[in-house]
């Protein structure tokens, strides 16, 4: 199993910028997928997560910000981020808990993606 974010890059406060991540690889299902994002010397901290179902969790930093979205096809989820921020500048990386039979999951990460906010 192997997550492949992309999306990230150079914006400028008040820009947008979209992120895409999808699951590829041999797996019976998905549950849950999510963004975190990691900014130097910080921890990593959750942005918004999804269920299956698209039931969603963001951030209160994201919150009428951020909209996270999935594509149960595609194994794929997305996260649109408008009214940019410097302090949005981080390493995002997406996260999934995925299952290799129906009762066998484990919780995956992707390498990440870097965004940069400048002011």
């Known amino acids: 199993v192997q997550l492949q974010a992309s999306g990230g890059g150079l914006a400028q406060a008040g820009g947008s910028l979209r992120l895409s991540c999808v699951v590829s690889g041999s797996f019976f299902g998905i549950n849950s997928m999510g963004w975190y994002r990691q900014a130097p010397e910080k921890q990593r901290e959750l942005v918004a997560d999804i269920t299956r179902g698209g039931i969603t969790e963001y951030a209160d930093s994201a919150k009428g910000r951020f909209t996270i979205s999935r594509d149960n096809a595609k194994n794929t989820i997305y996260l649109q981020m408008s009214s940019l921020k410097p302090e949005d500048t981080a390493v995002y990386y997406c996260?999934?808990?995925?299952?290799?039979?129906?009762?066998?999951?484990?919780?995956?990460w992707g390498k990440g993606t870097q965004v940069t906010v400048s002011s």
């Open positions: 996260n999934a808990h995925v299952y290799s039979d129906p009762y066998t999951g484990m919780e995956y």
